[in-house]
Every structure is written in C-alpha cells, then in structure tokens.
C-alpha cells in the first residue's frame, strides 16, 4: 500500500453516515469501553458551534476523519477542540501526522471566524495511543490535566445516602439556574476544559440534559435557603443496535468550598442513581478530572464514585497548546 493515495476534502453534516461507520471501525478495533453514538456524530456539525471538518479520501471510502470546534456561545474563552482519527487500515504511513498538522490549519480559520484573539487547541488521548501522543507532542502540545472514566451497572432502586443536617436533595427548578451557573464559573471555568458561561450558553446547555435526574443541594439552615451544591445528568443510548443500552451520565457534579465535607456529593449521587434506576437505565457513568501532579489514587472523588460500585474503564490525557 503506498504512503500516498489518499486526497483531502471538506467534510459537512451530509457525510455523517460515513463519519459515524468510520469512528465506529476505529473504536471496535481498539476495544474502546466507551462507544460514539450516531447523535453524538450528528452534534459534531451543528450549528451551535463553530467547526472545520476534513476527510481522506481513496475513491469513495473515507480513511480518516478530522475537525476542530468551538461553541459559538462563549467562544472567547473556550478552547477548540480537535478529534478525528484514521482508520486502522491506513495507520503508519504518515496520514496521522498529516491529519494532525491540517488540524491546526483548520483550529487557524475556526479561531478567525470567531474572532478569537489568544486562541488554544485542546486534544483529548486515550490510554493506549501512544502514536497519536507522540505526534502531539513533537508539534508543542503539552500534557494539561487528564481524567478517568468511571462506569457501574444499575439493577434496582437503592437505599438514599443523606448529606449532611440542614441540607437537602431536590430536582433543579427554575430557583436555582443562575446561581447553578455562577457556581459553574466559580468551581470549573479554571480547568483547561472548561469556561465560564454566560446565561444564554447556560441555558442551551440545559436543555441538552435530562432534567429528571438533575438535582441541587440546598441549605435551609437560616432564614435564606443557600446552594451548596448541583449535579447535572443526560441521558445516552448505545450505538449498538443489536444490543441496545440506555446510560445516564454524569455532566457535571459540584460542590461549592463552603460545604465541602458534608456529604453533599453522596446525598446528590445517591438520589441521582436512583432517579436513573427507576427510568430502567442500564449503566451510568462519569468522567472525573486529575489534576496535573495528582495520583488517581489520592482523588477524593475517585474514591467516592468507587464506594458507589463504580469502576475505572479508562484514563483520556488532555493535551494543549497555543495556536
């Protein structure tokens, strides 16, 4: 097979059926735990986000797959994400550099479109891919912080774990969404994946939720009830069509500084595993960042979701640098 018999064309939302049937050839090869859905495939061309895609081509197969994005709410301070892959087929002939190298041309006109003035590219690298890895880092990328994937099975409603006295467990109502996301830009916007919102992205992050298993943790101690703390699911189906799953997952869990050691965290994880449990959901699962210098070990929340059943199926690097 020659280094060089592929060609390069733009990639828009009518090629997701070969996107999806490609991402799906790579993640089977390469035993990932967790599997693309075709929806979140379709997400990836949507009009909420800023975006250049880019295919490889031989005839009319696609052999590899690129794009880099941004939100088009909050863009000035997010970073571009680049993901895309090449299938196992074509791997070792240089087309991963090249992928790699068209990527941040295309993160280039992303950034200008949205007028970004200091933009960052972000990548996320699985465990295992050490090729890719190495390719990142040869172009400047360095290691920003990294994060393991936690998985449990759910069979039945459980027994709720309660927080602390005076504070309660309660689904999200209209109440608490802004304050919600002015504890979002307080607790997260300073890791390398994350930024603040404004009300409008907060809002339309929302909406992509399951709000029967979103709750807030609030103290009625006082004359004002006060938000200690939210946790934010959403729901995903598996791609498998011949072994269907339905999984909850864990977008965001937080917890603010005051009320950090009373069990806020299990109070809202028991009641949200319950809600998942009685929607007959399968599996649920949640990724929980590591900080640069920290062990997996000496996480805290690690151990917390460990307690409830959950088990560790993966760690993804997460790689940066500046445009």
Same mark, same amino acid.
């Given at each position: ?10 990639? *828009? ?19 990932? =735990?967790?599997? $693309? ?41 997010? =970073? ?7 299938? *196992? ?29 200091? =933009? ?21 990328? *360095? ?64 909406? $992509? ?61 028991? $009641? ?16 929980? *960042?590591? =900080? ?32």
């Amino acid at each position: 097979m020659s280094a060089k018999k592929w060609s390069w064309r733009a990639l *828009t939302a009518a090629d997701v059926p070969l996107v999806y049937g490609l991402i799906c050839e790579i993640e089977a090869a390469d035993e990932a =735990p967790v599997r $693309t859905s075709r929806n979140e495939v379709y997400s990836y061309f949507s009009p909420s986000h800023i975006w250049r895609a880019q295919g490889a081509w031989v005839g009319e197969e696609l052999i590899a797959f690129g794009l880099a994005r941004v939100p088009r709410d909050g863009y000035a301070t997010s =970073p571009i994400t680049l993901s895309g892959g090449v299938s *196992t087929a074509w791997r070792l002939l240089g087309l991963g550099s090249e992928l790699m190298n068209r990527q941040l041309e295309a993160a280039q006109n992303v950034a200008a479109d949205a007028q970004i003035t200091d =933009p960052r590219v972000i990548l996320y690298v699985e465990s295992g891919e050490e090729d890719l890895r190495n390719i990142a880092q040869l172009l400047d990328f *360095t290691q920003l912080t990294s994060f393991v994937q936690l998985r449990r099975e759910l069979h039945s409603v459980e027994e709720l774990a309660q927080p602390s006295q005076y504070i309660s467990v309660a689904p999200v109502s209209s109440d608490w969404v802004e304050q919600m996301r002015k504890a979002h830009n307080r607790v997260l916007s300073d890791l390398p994946t994350w930024s603040k919102m404004d009300a409008d992205a907060w809002d339309s992050f929302l909406n $992509t939720l399951e709000k029967d298993w979103c709750f807030v943790a609030i103290d009625n101690f006082g004359d004002r009830p006060r938000l200690a703390g939210y946790l934010l699911a959403s729901r995903y189906e598996s791609p498998d069509e011949s072994e269907p799953t339905l999984e909850g997952y864990v977008e965001e869990i937080v917890v603010l500084p005051e009320w950090r050691g009373k069990r806020v965290s299990t109070g809202m994880l028991s $009641t949200a595993i319950n809600a998942m449990a009685k929607s007959d959901v399968d599996y649920i699962g949640i990724d929980i *960042t590591i =900080p640069p210098g920290v062990d997996i070990e000496d996480s805290e929340q690690v151990v917390m979701f460990e307690h409830f059943g959950f088990v560790r199926v993966a760690e993804t690097l997460i790689l940066g640098r500046d445009l």
